[in-house]
Nanobody, 127 residues
Framework: QLQLVESGGGLVQPGGSLRLSCAASGSRLDYYAIGWFRQAPGKEREGVSCISSSGNNKHYADSVKGRFTISRDITKNTVYLQMNNLKPEDTAVYYC????????????????????WGQGTQVTVSS
């Protein structure tokens, strides 16, 4: 059974950076498409960035393009989300999730497609 654990959240000033980590256990991360999602109070969960199981395809929400970068380290079984130039509207609980029902180069950044979820990590952007 795949288990995911996020870390790296915290409080940061506008314009600052954070790197989130999603560590997997129980299976290899490169068997899955991995997505980062976020949910702010009173809002629906939204896809932030996703990477295919092959690692060849990545998707970013328009709101984070040019600021966030998704990457992975297969040797550490970990996926990262580097977040730069953070804005107050990035404040949310961030979750990573895994989707095992895709072809290697396919990704779908819809939360409903993901089967395994971490517990989330809080990111707060405030001065």
């Amino acid at each position: 059974q795949l288990q995911l654990v996020e870390s790296g959240g915290g409080l940061v000033q506008p314009g600052g950076s954070l790197r989130l980590s999603c560590a997997a256990s129980g299976s290899r991360l490169d068997y899955y498409a991995i997505g980062w999602f976020r949910q702010a109070p009173g809002k629906e969960r939204e896809g932030v960035s996703c990477i295919s199981s092959s690692g060849n395809n990545k998707h970013y929400a328009d709101s984070v393009k040019g600021r966030f970068t998704i990457s992975r380290d297969i040797t550490k079984n970990t996926v990262y989300l580097q977040m730069n130039n953070l804005k107050p509207e990035d404040t949310a609980v961030y979750y990573c999730a895994a989707d095992g029902d895709r072809w290697p180069n396919q990704i779908d950044c819809s939360a409903s497609e993901y089967d395994y979820w971490g517990q989330g990590t809080q990111v707060t952007v405030s001065s």
